[in-house]
């Protein structure tokens, strides 16, 4: 996923003021209603532009140092979150199956 993709869906990620649920159903957040129960949809007051940014900047300091050590393992795989959730958990899915299979000669 690019960054900007990101930080564009970091930054308007919307919560259900009553149930908590993420808004995911199409349409939901242009209603700013939530499909669950009804309640309102209010944005998270961390996840506005300059928390991404700063998050993302952990990230890249703290966290994809480790991707040179993983990436050396033989179950190492990796898998985009630019699709669909349902496709995201499908491939995520597949790639668990295939990196087990890879690993269970070890």
């Known amino acids: 996923m690019t960054r900007p993709e990101l930080i564009r869906r970091l930054a308007s990620r919307l919560l259900c003021a009553s149930c908590t649920s993420d808004a995911t159903t199409p349409g939901e957040s242009a209603s700013l209603v ?3 129960c009804g309640g309102q949809l ?23 140092p480790l991707l040179d050590f993983y990436k050396a393992r033989p179950t190492f795989r990796l ?9 995201v958990a499908e ?3 597949r ?8 690993g269970a000669g070890r």
Not at 42 to 64: F, G, I, P
Not at 79 to 87: Q, Y
Not at 95 to 102: F, T, Y
């Open 34 to 36: 939530c499909a669950k």
């Open 42 to 64: 209010v944005q998270r007051s961390d996840d506005n532009e300059a928390t991404v940014r700063d998050r993302l900047a952990v990230y890249r300091a703290k966290t994809m």
């Open 79 to 87: 898998i985009s979150g630019s699709a669909t959730p349902d496709c």
């Open 91 to 93: 491939e995520l899915a």
């Open 95 to 102: 790639v668990v199956d295939s990196a087990l299979g890879a």
